[in-house]
């Protein structure tokens, strides 16, 4: 069972548009997390969240946790091709285990 | 600084055949982690080890074996392949609760 869903699953889209992922449970988690991942290497950390409507911004990425701390979304504006990769949020039940998301793989049309 | 550093990259297995995933960190993290990444499937977590000495089950652990044999190494091991072990492992150390996860690059592994 995967406590954490992403959509949507792929989005391809032209540079310089806008645009929303969301990561949804039902459970509440302690901190939330999002990762970029390129090919061929191991995910990165963009952030971590960890109040109820918290919000961060990493340049043109807006990151907001839910209210509940059961969601979080994250919206880029002005999409670039550097962008483009496989984003997972990871949920934090607890202090040491993390689960991820199914991921959301982004691709930048130039 | 190497980070979290995996061997082997690739390997390709017979089923019933056996093997260790070797992993090492040297950033002085306490919490190490096997996870493994399927298509449409995310990271799921197989072992973890909050510290030296203790290891625990994650979301899928049948079919693996742990061994944290020092602080720095984390190591998995398969004692007799199947094709739906066929995926992408990663390992991850993590410094403090609520911190990052660093990856390592991961291991292909292929079960025929």
């Known amino acids: 069972t995967q406590l954490l869903e992403q959509s949507p699953q792929f989005l391809s889209i032209q540079e310089g548009e806008n645009l929303t992922v969301y990561c949804n449970s039902s459970?509440?988690?302690?901190?939330l997390q999002w990762y970029r991942q390129e090919p061929g290497e191991g995910p990165v950390l963009l952030v971590t969240v960890v109040t109820g409507g918290e919000v961060k911004k990493l340049k043109r990425l807006t990151f907001q946790f839910g209210d509940a701390r059961k969601d979080s979304s994250l919206h880029i504006t002005a999409a670039q091709p550097g962008d483009t990769g496989l984003y997972l949020c990871a949920g934090a039940i607890g202090n040491e285990k993390l689960t991820f998301g199914t991921g959301t793989r982004l691709t930048i049309i130039p | 600084n190497a980070g979290v550093t995996q061997t082997p990259k690739f390997q390709v297995l017979k089923t019933g055949q056996s093997m260790t995933l070797q992993c090492a960190q040297d950033?002085?993290?306490?919490?190490m982690y096997w996870y493994r990444q399927d298509p449409g499937m995310g990271l799921r977590l197989i072992y973890y080890s909050a510290s030296e000495g203790t290891t625990d089950k994650g979301e899928v652990p049948n079919g693996y074996n742990v061994s944290r044999l020092n602080k720095r190494e984390f190591s998995l091991r398969l004692e007799s392949a199947a094709p739906s072990q066929t995926s992408v492992y990663f390992c991850?150390?993590?410094?403090?609760?609520?911190?990052?996860?660093?990856f390592g690059n991961g291991t292909r592994l292929t079960v025929t």
């Open positions: 950033m002085n993290h306490n919490s």
């Open positions: 991850a150390s993590k410094g403090r609760p609520g911190g990052a996860l660093h």
């Open positions: 459970s509440v988690f302690s901190s």
